[in-house]
Nanobody, 114 residues
């Protein structure tokens, strides 16, 4: 059974940094594309970043390009999202997900506020 557990969220001031983690289980993690999504208050869920299974090729939403970095550790079945220079508009619940399966984790709340 696919399980995704996000962690690392919290309250941070504008300009600060956070590192999110997503621990995956129930499937062959190294074989799957992984994605981070977010859903801000009153907004639709949006795709933030993607990392391929082979080669670790990454893509980003324009709104986070140059500030966020997605990475993965296949030995630990974990995908990360390093978020730097955070802005109030980054406030959202952040979720990880595979490209293949429909399972969502519980998400982790990120709040950027002074």
């Amino acid at each position: 059974q696919v399980q995704l557990v996000e962690s690392g969220g919290g309250l941070v001031q504008p300009g600060g940094s956070l590192r999110l983690s997503c621990a995956a289980s129930g499937f062959t993690f190294s074989s799957h594309v992984m994605r981070w999504y977010r859903q801000g208050p009153g907004k639709e869920r949006e795709l933030v970043a993607t990392i391929t299974s082979v080669g670790g090729i990454t893509t980003y939403a324009d709104s986070v390009k140059g500030r966020f970095t997605i990475s993965r550790d296949n030995a630990k079945n974990t995908v990360y999202l390093q978020m730097d220079n955070l802005k109030p508009e980054d406030t959202a619940v952040y979720y990880c997900k595979t490209l293949t399966f429909g399972t969502w984790g519980q998400g982790t709340q990120v709040t950027v506020s002074s």
